[in-house]
């Protein structure tokens, strides 16, 4: 796929890793290789522009030559202020969209914002989010920028900052996304085990 000049992309690297030991789960080595470079070889040809959003290592997270933006509230909110800061970040490249991924998840499909903006049909200002096997993947999502000033109030004045109630309220549509010989695309890694796992999946893969 070429990339979409009007779509950024953004990276998500804020978890708190509390399940792999406190460590940065953005800079855990898979294949000899932090797993967010994994997640972004697949989305980076995606996308028009993109960045890393982070609250701590960003010395280490600029290695690899992306903007890394921290929430602009110190608060940490969680990932819609990861978000936000995207979005707002978007709006100065020029880009109608934000897509969304997860650090941790090192096999995004490639084919991930296509299905996303085919997904929005004639509706281009919903959020589009992707769905494999019945469940919702609240991160890895299609953002219209202009929805930057109504995230903005949700984070200041919304008890619920969960992805989905942003969502919902803001239109929503799910994307189904395939699970090709029982791998979920959106396996992600928070724990040691899942770490071993993901590289027991890659080494299938090079076999």
């Known amino acids: 796929m ?13 978890g708190a890793g509390r399940r792999m030991g406190g460590a940065n789960k953005a800079l855990v080595s898979l294949a000899a290789r932090p797993l967010i470079a ?3 070889d697949r989305f980076a040809p995606q996308v028009g522009a993109l ?4 609250n701590r290592d960003a010395g280490r997270l600029s290695d690899f030559g ?5 929430d602009r ?30 650090a941790d998840t090192p096999f995004t499909p490639r084919d991930l ?25 609240p991160v890895f999502g299609l953002w219209p920028v202009s929805l930057g000033e109504a995230l ?10 969960s992805v989905m109630a942003f969502a919902r309220a803001h239109g929503m549509c799910g994307v ?13 890694v928070n724990t040691p085990d899942e770490l071993d796992e993901a590289r027991r999946i890659l080494e299938a893969d090079t076999q």
């Not at 960045?51 to 982070?54: G, K, L, N, R, V």
């Not at 189904?176 to 992600?188: A, M």
């Open 2 to 14: 070429t990339q979409d000049r009007d779509i950024a992309g953004l990276v998500l690297a804020g």
């Open 66 to 70: 992306l903007p890394v933006l921290a």
């Open 152 to 161: 903005a109030n949700h984070l200041e004045n919304d008890r619920d900052r």
């Open 38 to 40: 994994h997640a972004i």
């Open 176 to 188: 189904d996304f395939p699970i090709d010989d029982g791998r979920d695309p959106f396996f992600n």
């Open 73 to 102: 509230d110190p608060r940490l909110l969680g990932p819609l202020a990861g978000i936000l800061a995207g979005l707002e970040w978007a709006a100065d490249t020029g880009a109608s969209h934000l897509a969304t991924v997860a």
């Open 51 to 54: 960045a890393i959003s982070a």
């Open 113 to 137: 914002v296509a299905r996303l903006a085919a997904g929005t049909g004639t509706s281009p200002q919903a959020i589009a989010l992707a769905v494999s096997g019945g469940r919702t993947h």
